[in-house]
Every structure is written in structure tokens, then in C-alpha cells.
């Protein structure tokens, strides 16, 4: 159905991601680090881009600043999957340019309306 990037650098969350995107049908790549997820964001184009907050070398409000402000990344949808539970990190990640802001655990159904409802809008505007 659709490619997705998963930059999460917990090996556990990184494999249930994945499972469960899969599970739905989906192609994943993943990358370990923000400066990973960026780099990997440009050059493989995902629909979509599931990213972690707490990230070594460039973390996940850093990535989604640059992906959003980058015109060749712009238009690809950043959900965020993180254990900052607190409302400030919400609204930071959402200013930073996330659609979505879940917090850790996830629940599936709701990942996935979120995703697909994602996927639907990008493809609307013209993109992926």
C-alpha cells in the first residue's frame, strides 16, 4: 500500500512497528537516528513518516522541523510516536510540523485510522 519510514532507535518499538504496518500491508524502512530519518526521508520519498522524539544525534523535533521545512520533504506527513507525554511536547512536535502526536503505548486501531486517514489526504493534495 504505501512506504513508511519508522525513525525510532528502540530495537523492540522499531520491530512492532513494523510488524504491525506490515500486518496492514504496508512497505517499511527504518532508520535508528534523526540524522538517519532525515537523510533516508529524502532520498526514499515515504508516504509517511512515523518518528520517535528522544533520538541520539539529532532528535525527533529537530527532524521534523527540517523534513517540514524542506521542499522536498514538505509534503510528506509526520506522525510522532513518543514516551513525552507532557502537553507542551505535544504542541512543540505539532509546531514543529507533526500531523499527529501519539504518545507510547499506541493503541493499533487508532495508529492505523490515523495512517490511513494520512495516506488518503497525501494522495488527495496530488502527493504519493
Same mark, same amino acid.
Not at 518499538?13 to 504496508?26: A, F, I, M, N, W
Not at 522524539?53 to 539529532?58: E, F, G, H, S, T
Not at 495508529?111 to 494520512?118: A, G, S
Given at each position: 500500500? &504505501?512506504?513508511?519510514?519508522?525513525? %525510532?532507535?528502540?530495537? +523492540? /518499538?522499531?520491530?512492532?512497528?513494523?510488524?504491525?504496518? @506490515?500486518?496492514?500491508?504496508?512497505?517499511?524502512?527504518? &532508520?535508528?537516528?534523526?540524522?538517519?530519518?532525515?537523510?533516508? &526521508?529524502?532520498? $526514499? /520519498?515515504? !508516504? #509517511?513518516?512515523? $518518528?520517535?522524539?528522544?533520538?541520539?544525534?539529532?532528535?525527533?523535533? /529537530?527532524?521534523? *522541523?527540517?523534513?517540514?521545512?524542506?521542499? !522536498?520533504?514538505?509534503?510528506?506527513?509526520?506522525?510522532?510516536?513518543? !514516551?513525552? @507525554?507532557? =502537553?507542551?511536547?505535544?504542541?512543540?512536535?505539532?509546531? /514543529?510540523? &507533526?500531523?499527529?502526536?501519539?504518545?507510547?503505548?499506541?493503541? =493499533?486501531?487508532?495508529?492505523? %485510522? +490515523?495512517? !490511513? %486517514?494520512? #495516506?488518503?489526504?497525501?494522495? *488527495?493534495?496530488?502527493?504519493?
Amino acid at each position: 500500500m &504505501a512506504l513508511i519510514l519508522v525513525v %525510532e532507535d528502540s530495537p +523492540t /518499538q522499531t520491530y512492532s512497528l513494523k510488524k504491525l504496518l @506490515t500486518k496492514h500491508g504496508h512497505e517499511v524502512i527504518t &532508520a535508528v537516528d534523526g540524522e538517519e530519518g532525515v537523510e533516508l &526521508a529524502r532520498i $526514499m /520519498q515515504p !508516504n #509517511l513518516i512515523l $518518528m520517535d522524539i528522544l533520538l541520539p544525534k539529532v532528535d525527533g523535533f /529537530q527532524a521534523t *522541523r527540517v523534513l517540514t521545512r524542506d521542499v !522536498n520533504t514538505s509534503h510528506i506527513p509526520i506522525v510522532v510516536i513518543s !514516551n513525552k @507525554t507532557m =502537553e507542551t511536547d505535544v504542541i512543540w512536535g505539532k509546531r /514543529q510540523g &507533526a500531523k499527529r502526536y501519539f504518545t507510547k503505548p499506541i493503541d =493499533e486501531k487508532e495508529l492505523m %485510522e +490515523t495512517i !490511513n %486517514e494520512l #495516506l488518503v489526504s497525501s494522495r *488527495r493534495s496530488g502527493r504519493g
